[in-house]
């Protein structure tokens, strides 16, 4: 059984009558009738150009925003028919790394307190078993805790974002949305983070629903391919064959724009 299944997931943004001007309304498709599977264990690559809805999916699969239709089963569970004690567990198991490192942390808070703060919500610990589990999670994602008394904006791009990953972290999920991680960093630093989440996944199993608009991290990262364009998925399979025989128009576009690993 796949850890995660998708059936038929819809979501419609219906617009006001302002967004067009002359009293219209109309309504956007932003996930279109999509069904997919997540296997334990696996990274599926998401894949699509801004506006394709792959950072929609993401949040309707974590219930971060509710969906018009359909449904999603994580471990057997219908994550859109829980109730707010259900889904409380269920965000333990269920986590998102966001695209912008330093929008996702408070600047009010210390990174002791960001990285504390799941703990406070869904654990009862003292304050020296929480502060040796966050010194912890710095040290799985490559940092001290001479970070544990400083803000975020004392961080680089890079830092941040690794904080961001401690923190998803921290209630030992079983599957991650990591959305876009490193399309705000420069090409070095986000090759870094890739390589990290790499290490991670071997460390503490985890599965990955890896969003991206860059073909070449998707090629590179993901254990399977899904191509998504204008809300729908068009193509889903193994990264090799994604990348060497692709079925879609739009995945050739996508290949043909991709210096190195072009479909021939």
Known sequence: MALVEIRNLTKIFELSSSAF????????????????DIQQGETLGLVGESGSGKSTLGRLILRLIEPTSGSVLFNGVDV???SASEMRRLRRDMQIIF??????????????????????????????????????????????????????HEFSGGQRQRIGIARALALRPKFIVADEPVSA???????????????????????????????????????????????????VGDAPEITSRPRSDYTRSLLAAT??????
């Open 99 to 152: 695209q912008d490192p330093f929008g996702s942390l408070d600047p009010r808070f210390r990174v002791e307190d960001v990285l504390a703060e799941p703990l406070v919500v869904h654990e009862n610990l003292s304050r020296p078993a929480r502060l040796a589990r966050v010194s912890e999670l710095l040290r799985a994602v490559g940092m001290d805790e001479s970070a544990l008394p400083r803000y975020a």
């Open 80 to 82: 859109l028919k829980a």
């Open 259 to 264: 210096p190195g690993i072009a479909a021939s």
């Open 185 to 235: 960093l420069d090409v070095s630093v986000g090759a870094q983070i890739v390589n990290l989440l790499q290490r991670l996944q071997r460390e503490f199993g985890l599965t990955y629903l890896f969003i991206s608009h860059s073909m070449p991290v998707v090629h590179y990262l993901a254990t399977r391919i899904a191509v998504m364009y204008r809300g729908k998925i068009v193509e």
């Open 21 to 36: 001007g002359g009293g219209q309304t109309g309504e956007v498709r932003a996930v279109d009738d999509v069904s997919l």
